[in-house]
């Protein structure tokens, strides 16, 4: 049984927080703040029971001490955020000396952010020692960051073995939404999946041919399904080593009764830049020399009608190379889309949920997932190390 923040006492407690503030940044300051935003209850909660806060993140990943990755503009937007001073260090990492002795200092009811936790090599090594200066600041431990816990980290799991420990908020949050998907999903369910690589949905595909009824395939992975059929994608990405996962991922899918539906055109261009000119090909057609970047207007159409009666959605992954205009209709057209639904709705992966803020509806998506990688692995059924941590 998972233990939650009702099992821990922290009333005038020191309470160490894995968060998840691993977000872009831009000219110094913070460019999407939807994982800062999603931590706020836990954070909310802890404080308002009395306790003294000193969190922790990664932020890209560095090798070492990285002047750009440093945690400054992440404690400001904090701070904004929840109305209150963030005390933060810039220092070599989150058990130097310096930090040490900042974090001894901290105030009863204070908040200090950590300097980024990749600055120490020994974090994503899982170092015992490490872990042992982390659990030294505090009496009682946290995760609530759902996107890092499928890391075996000092951070996410080293700690958690130290310290009387608990789930925070969000990561239950998670953890609930996507079991519905698995266990308990209202039919028809529709899975969307996209990006670049059929090799890294795999084990998800396999995994909801079980329970979902149908599956939408977008982005660069859609050539390679087409292309292991015979169809001409020009000069598109595939995966040559994949083709045969490929046809037998489609043939379980017809033995399952399970529709998959590939993008019936795709918008081409003959190399990817913005501005760049465009031209729309049936996605088993693709002229040599012509790269596929985007499904097609026939495919959006598609894919909205496979939508159109679904109960339950997952969305995991862009449509196209949302990055790169125009090349994000596609994904912005499903962002919209899936935002008008009447289902149990789930949108994971930084594009897709770039995509459903950019149309100011993200209000109307059942649950938006901070993690993308955490979320395929549990959506597999893999054992995420920093929830297995948290079990009683």
Not at 312 to 337: C, H, I, K, S
Request: some cysteine; proline content about 5%.
């Amino acid at each position: 049984m998972l233990r939650t923040l009702e099992d821990l006492d922290v009333k005038d407690k020191r309470v160490l927080v894995r968060v998840d503030f691993n977000v872009p940044i831009k000219d110094g300051r913070v460019g999407d703040d939807t994982r800062i935003r999603a931590a706020l209850p836990t954070l909310e909660a802890l404080s308002s029971r009395g306790a003294t806060l000193v969190l922790m993140s990664h932020l890209g990943r560095p090798k070492g001490v990285d002047e750009s990755a440093r945690m400054r503009p992440v404690a400001t937007r904090l701070g904004e955020l929840l109305g209150r001073d963030v005390r933060y260090l810039a220092c070599d990492g989150p058990a130097s000396p310096d930090q040490q002795a900042f974090v001894r200092d901290a105030p009863h009811g204070s908040v200090t952010l950590l300097e980024n936790t990749r600055f120490d090599a020994r974090e994503t090594k899982n170092d015992p020692a490490l872990a042992r200066i982390l659990a030294g600041y505090a009496d009682a431990y946290v995760n609530d960051a759902f996107g890092s816990a499928h890391r075996a980290h000092a951070s996410t799991e080293g700690v958690a073995r130290l310290l009387p420990s608990a789930a925070g908020h969000l990561l239950q949050q998670e953890l609930h939404a996507l079991g519905k998907l698995l266990d308990r999903p209202e039919h028809p369910f529709a899975v969307i999946l996209g990006g670049a690589k059929v090799s890294d949905k795999i084990g998800v595909i396999s995994s909801l041919l079980g329970v979902a009824d149908t599956i939408l395939i977008g982005g660069a992975m859609a050539f390679t399904f087409v292309a292991a059929q015979g169809g001409r994608v020009g000069a598109s990405r595939v995966e040559p080593d994949q083709f045969d996962t490929a046809r037998e991922l489609l043939a379980q899918a017809a033995e399952r009764g399970v529709h998959v539906v590939l993008p019936e055109d795709s918008v081409c261009a003959g190399e990817l830049k913005e501005g760049v000119k465009t031209a729309v090909h049936p996605t088993d057609a693709i002229p040599d020399g012509e790269l596929g970047l985007d499904i097609g207007p026939h495919a959006i159409v598609a894919f909205r009608e496979a939508l159109s009666s679904a109960r339950t959605v997952f969305w995991n992954g862009p449509l196209g190379v949302f990055e790169t205009p125009p090349f994000d209709a596609g994904t912005v057209a499903m962002a919209r889309t899936v935002a008008e639904l009447t289902a149990f709705t789930v949108v994971g992966g930084g594009d897709s949920v770039a995509a459903i803020n950019a149309t100011g509806l993200a209000d109307r998506i059942g649950h938006i997932s901070t993690g993308g990688g955490a979320a395929l692995e549990f959506l597999e059924g893999r054992t995420l190390p920093g929830v297995a941590a948290l079990e009683a």
